[in-house]
């Protein structure tokens, strides 16, 4: 695997990059030993991270040289294994393919799925133009079994997605959310820390687990699985109870506050305390703490997010910051800039083609997959382009999952690894991984300094591969929309200058609506070799920072780039390219909030009638049901610090927690006659599997839970392939779901545990 050992000297070089596990993409520095990664540090000099990293990266090694690493494209032979073939018959093939379909059936019955992880997003930004060059209509990710419905709540209510500032806030608040193992901010664990330590600041935690976090903070809502929409009411009502709104704020800068406050003032506190099972007095002093400080940032997750009433959720928990003015000033939640939307709209209410299932910011729901390819419905989709991407490990249902990748006509898929979706593809497309080329992320970049870091190739991409853009590119002259001679014009303008370039482009853009449509790839054809050879995947960022420039100038002038028009455009483009640490793009003052929220009046819109009914229901809803088929609930999922996301395959990458155990009560063990490291089945309605037991009283009586990222198959010493762990999704089951968003309810499984191993059955 590993390329000839380097001297010593290079060996002890650093080099800058970023961790890709999680979105915040932390600054690293790396040393290398030929394709080795022999060295990890945090980069002191990402203006972001500002040398912190958590210890997951420690790891990385094992994401770029591992085993199941694809170093050809395949092709599925009739009895189902795989042949290696060039990259032009792939190219060839899948593009006949594609267009057989598009030709036959309509591209519309293509669905896109993936395009990026945790740090690559390139590939996704130049897939846009193979899915025009296909006639695709519909896509999805796996924001689509998180985050939909919390982007959809945040469009109709602040028109943007605003962001915590916890390094400035008195109070923080996390709902479903532990940043101590999942982070979702810069710095998490130096940031609770700090907030910990300081008696004028607070730390308000609503988990069913006593989380990492949760052990930090100043009070713990230790709510009921289930329970969070009853909770979130209940604090909310208590707000209104106690006259700890911001009533000058709601009457200057919101609308529809009335209507929300009167859904929510006859709420019956305790009653649903009780159902939630929190202490009444705990909620009050939690709602308190909140109405009265100077600053509060508030940050959901999976936690409620895969949970009954996720979207009510999302909806309740903005409620909490928006109904008392934390929004627009320090410490609280304020909207920035971005270079380019991650989030797409859901103007016009569109639909799926089979279920007429909602598509919220313009993404298919990921349990509704399924069902709108198993239908004889005449619109079902016939083929899948997967790009970077696991659906069959990642989303609910596995099973039903590899049932519906099977019945269709064409599964392509580009990944680094071989997957358990790549296992069932018809052609994989090998990728290079993220060291080997140039790649970025345009998830937030943060408030009120948004930083951006292109990241240049540690080494050059593993031989058979190529990098995304690279593929996309040769998909679409293969599916006939770019030829050399359309191009020919604005090569030869960028091996002029940059200048004469964006003149070519602009008028290009402007009178051929052919090469509109390809932009990505247009870029990556034309600028792309100006560039130098191997940086050409670089393009995409000079259009991404002409339109940031030209959206943004005041701030990005404020972040110190000098220029008008588009010599503003070419100044951030060239630090783009240039720093290789990233570079602050935007900078804003808070009050700038409120220039970036996107709606008619400029106002923050609270009332969602949608979500009306499903609030009113929270009375008549039993959460405190037994089910005897099924007793416990278990959260399939959990981030721990022995969990990362599936592109670390091998197991190895950490020593701890190895088999990913089952967490549960000491209580409940006892009834069950199990003791630690005993073994026990998990069943559900949808699936059954073993796990080895830990007993922890950080959990609720009656609920379990296992980590996320195991249930990989991968090679032992021996050569022989073993699966590591329970893989969570064959125990959930799809019609699970959120029934605005389809978010999956991967939080709360029924399920029943039984002991198998003799040696286990030890009472506690
Ligand atoms: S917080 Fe940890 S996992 Fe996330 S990017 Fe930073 S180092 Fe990586």
């Keep these: 695997m590993s390329a000839a050992s380097q001297p010593a000297s290079q060996q002890s070089e650093w080099h ?41 990266p420690a790891g990385l090694n094992h994401y770029q040289n591992h085993a199941d690493r694809l170093h050809s494209p395949l092709r599925r032979r009739p009895d189902g294994s795989f042949e290696e073939i060039d990259w032009q ?72 997605r605003p962001e915590p500032d916890f390094e400035n806030a008195e109070v923080s608040v996390f709902v479903g ?34 989380s990492e976090t949760a052990e930090l903070a100043d009070i713990h809502l230790q709510v009921r699985p289930g329970g969070d929409a009853h909770c979130l009411s209940a604090m909310l009502a208590v707000m209104i109870e106690e006259d700890l709104l911001d009533k000058k704020f709601l009457a200057e800068r919101t609308r529809g506050a009335e209507v929300i406050v009167e859904a929510l003032s006859d709420v019956p506190i305790a009653d649903y305390c009780e159902r939630a099972g929190v202490p009444e007095a705990l909620v009050r002093e939690a709602a308190r703490r909140i109405g009265r400080a100077e600053s509060v940032a508030v940050q959901e997750d999976l936690g409620i997010e895969m949970a009954p009433h996720s979207t009510l959720n999302s909806y309740l928990e903005k409620l909490l910051y928006a109904l008392t003015g934390n929004f627009a000033k320090p410490g609280t939640m304020n909207l920035g800039t971005h270079l380019a939307k991650l989030v797409g709209d859901s103007k016009g209410d569109p639909r799926t083609p089979v279920g007429n299932h909602r598509i919220l910011t313009g993404l298919i729901p990921c349990n509704v997959i399924p069902d709108e390819i198993l239908s004889d419905h005449p619109e079902r989709f016939r083929a899948i382009f997967i790009e970077s991407g696991n659906p069959v490990h990642s989303l609910a249902d596995s099973r039903r999952m590899r049932e519906a990748l099977e019945a269709l006509e064409l599964v392509v898929v580009i990944d680094v690894a071989m997957t358990e979706t790549a296992k069932l593809a018809d052609y994989i497309l090998p990728a290079s991984s993220q060291f080997e080329k140039w790649e970025a992320t345009f998830f937030g970049g943060g408030f009120p300094n948004n930083v951006f870091q292109l990241r240049a190739p540690l080494m050059e991409p593993l031989e058979g591969t190529l990098p995304e853009p690279e593929i996309h590119a040769r998909l679409c002259e293969a599916l006939g929309e770019l030829s050399l001679d359309d191009l020919a014009p604005l090569k030869a303008a960028a091996s002029e200058s940059r200048e004469a370039f964006a003149l070519a482009f602009a008028e290009a853009m402007a009178t051929q609506p052919q090469l509109r449509k390809m932009m990505p790839v247009v870029l990556h054809r034309t600028l792309g070799p100006a560039l130098g050879e191997g940086n050409e995947s670089a393009a995409l960022l000079w259009g991404a920072a002409h339109s940031c420039a030209a959206s943004y100038p005041e701030s990005v002038r404020r972040a110190g ?57 929270l009375r008549d809803e039993d959460i405190v049901r037994r089910d005897d088929a099924y007793p416990f609930v278990l959260a399939a999922g959990e981030r721990r610090g022995s969990t990362a996301n599936t592109i670390y395959r091998n197991p190895a990458w950490h020593r701890k927690d190895a088999a990913g155990a089952l967490r549960m009560n000491p209580e409940d063990a006892r009834r069950l006659g199990i003791s630690d490291g005993g073994r026990v089945r998990i069943t559900t309605k949808r699936g059954s599997a073993e796990a080895t037991i830990e007993i922890t009283d950080s959990l609720r009586e009656g609920h379990v839970t296992l980590p996320n990222g195991r249930g990989l198959e991968y090679p032992d010493g021996s050569g022989k392939r073993v699966v590591s762990g329970v893989a969570p999704n064959e125990l959930t089951a799809s019609e699970d779901r959120d029934w605005f968003a389809g978010t999956p309810w991967h939080k709360h499984v029924r399920a029943r545990i039984e002991a198998v191993s003799e040696g286990a059955a030890q009472p506690v």
């Excluded at 130049?126 to 939909?148: D, M």
Aim: with cysteine.
């Design 16 to 56: 800058t990059t970023a961790c890709i596990l999680c979105s915040i993409n932390c600054g690293l520095q790396v040393q290398l030993d030929g394709r080795e990664i022999t060295k990890i540090k945090g980069d002191k000099a990402n203006p972001r991270s500002r040398g912190y990293t958590c210890e997951k």
């Design 89 to 160: 018959t792939a190219i060839r093939e899948v593009a006949e393919r594609l267009a057989r379909i598009r030709d036959t059936r309509g591209g519309e019955k293509i669905l896109y799925y993936g395009g990026g992880g945790q740090g690559n997003h390139l590939g996704g930004a130049y897939a846009s133009a193979t899915v025009r060059a296909y006639g695709g209509v519909y896509r999805s990710n796996a924001l689509a079994q998180e985050k939909t419905g919390e982007f959809w709540v945040e469009q109709r209510m602040f028109g943007g």
């Design 177 to 210: 959310k532990n940043p101590w193992q999942s982070h979702g901010f810069e710095r998490a664990r130096v940031v609770l820390r700090a907030i910990a330590k300081n008696p004028e600041r607070s730390m308000i935690v609503l988990d069913p687990r006593r």
């Design 561 to 617: 780039f000098e220029g008008e028009g588009p010599a503003l455009g070419e100044a951030l483009f060239e630090a783009i390219l240039s720093e290789r640490s990233g570079v602050v793009i935007t900078a804003d003052p808070y009050e700038e909030t409120f220039a970036r929220v996107e709606l008619d009046d400029g106002k923050l819109d609270l009332a969602i009638p949608e979500l009306f009914d499903e609030l009113a229901g």
